[in-house]
């Protein structure tokens, strides 16, 4: 039974979350401050966390950030929950190595909905066999290494899985929803930003080879040399 922990100040939404998890058949606890979740988390680490962003003392990013730079947390997948007009907020928690975002106010089936879809996932993307390559960019499959100029790129789990994918089908125009099915479990319209986000951050991160990462109008994407 995947492991569920949920860390939100609001208890009226913590119960409400808590109580639709546990009826769709998740274990689950919640937890009103960042604190009280890595009490937990140090001894029973969850199969997926949901964090608020604005929570007392340490807010939900700083949460993020301590998870993902220990080794044992480091691929702990993470949605966020974020005010809906906090667009800086859903870019930075992305950009810092969440998996997904959920606006506030949200309806608890579809964040059931997002949870599945994020474990359905929690088993990468199938790579390219091998060592991929292409230009200063080379994709290392076992050791699951990125480097571009010979220089270690660091990604977090999703970001590697999307670049996996667009690898995978290196030269080929990928729709949208194509890319959300595959690296996130579904594709609702309305949450292509969450891509546009992760290629955003992708491309920073690539730096050179970032150009590679094509914008195709009308489409999506593809992972091509110009």
Not at 166 to 175: C, D, H, V, W
């Amino acid at each position: 039974m995947p492991k569920v922990y949920i860390v939100e100040d609001d208890e009226n939404i913590r119960e409400a979350v808590l109580y639709a998890l546990n009826l769709a058949g998740f274990e689950t606890q919640g937890f009103e401050t960042g604190a009280d979740f890595f009490a937990r988390a140090e001894t029973d680490t969850p199969d997926l966390a949901i964090l608020d962003i604005m929570l007392p003392g340490e807010d939900g990013l700083s949460v993020l950030k301590r998870l993902r730079s220990d080794s044992r947390t480091k691929s702990l997948p993470i949605i966020m929950l974020t005010a809906k007009s906090s667009e800086f907020d859903k870019v930075k928690g992305l950009d810092m190595g969440a998996d997904d975002y959920i606006a506030k106010p949200f309806g608890v089936m579809e964040l059931i909905s997002r949870v599945k879809a994020i474990l359905r996932r929690s088993v990468s993307v199938p790579p390219p066999d091998g060592q991929f390559v292409l230009g200063v960019l080379k994709i290392d499959n076992e050791c699951r290494e990125v480097t571009v100029s010979g220089n270690k790129v660091n990604l977090t789990f999703k970001e590697y899985e999307l670049l996996g994918y667009l690898a995978l089908n290196s030269g080929l125009a990928l729709s949208r929803d194509k890319i959300m099915e595959a690296v996130w479990g579904y594709s609702f319209e309305c949450e292509s930003r969450t891509l546009d986000m992760h290629i955003r951050s992708l491309r920073q991160k690539l730096k050179e080879a970032g150009v590679y990462i094509q914008t195709i109008r009308n489409v999506g994407y593809s992972l091509k040399e110009n």
